[in-house]
């Protein structure tokens, strides 16, 4: 299960970095496509994860809006699960309804965050399953 989760955290790391989203909130937020790359790698340590610039949290608002998963704090699950579901991720599903309450913060870069975290954190979970 371990390696299985692994390739599923590297192939949504590719699909984001390979995808229009990326390129448009890299251009939004003012991060070249290296700084993008390393954050979403260190992203995946824990210790890290909870130490992120500002503009990398709002980096990860913005993929989260374009991909409408969020608008804002609102998470959009429903259009959540079907973009996964379309970028081949559908094992994501049950994820993203467990984090459904995860969208709070003391404004939108948090929110955003604290939901890829989430993500991230059950994802890490499915791996010692």
């Given amino acids: 299960m371990k390696t299985f989760?692994?390739?599923?955290?590297?192939?949504?790391?590719q699909e984001i970095i390979a995808?229009?989203?990326d390129v448009i909130c890299r251009q939004k937020i003012g991060i070249t496509f290296e700084e993008s790359s390393d954050f979403l790698q260190r992203a995946k340590i824990p210790e890290i994860r909870d130490q992120m610039d500002q503009k990398?949290?709002?980096f990860v608002l913005c993929l989260m809006e374009e991909m409408n998963i969020l608008d804002g704090c609102s998470y959009q699950l429903e259009l959540?699960?079907?973009?996964?579901?379309?970028?081949?991720?559908?094992?994501?599903?049950?994820?993203?309804?467990?984090?459904?309450?995860s969208s709070v913060g003391s404004e939108p870069c948090d929110c955003g965050y604290n939901v890829f975290k989430c993500v991230l954190d059950?994802?890490?979970?499915?791996?010692?399953?």
């Fill in 5 to 13: 989760v692994i390739a599923l955290i590297v192939l949504m790391i």
């Fill in 19 to 21: 995808g229009p989203e």
């Fill in 56 to 58: 990398y949290k709002c």
């Fill in 80 to 101: 959540g699960k079907q973009r996964v579901s379309e970028m081949g991720l559908a094992k994501l599903i049950p994820i993203l309804d467990s984090c459904k309450d």
């Fill in 122 to 129: 059950g994802m890490m979970a499915m791996e010692e399953q």
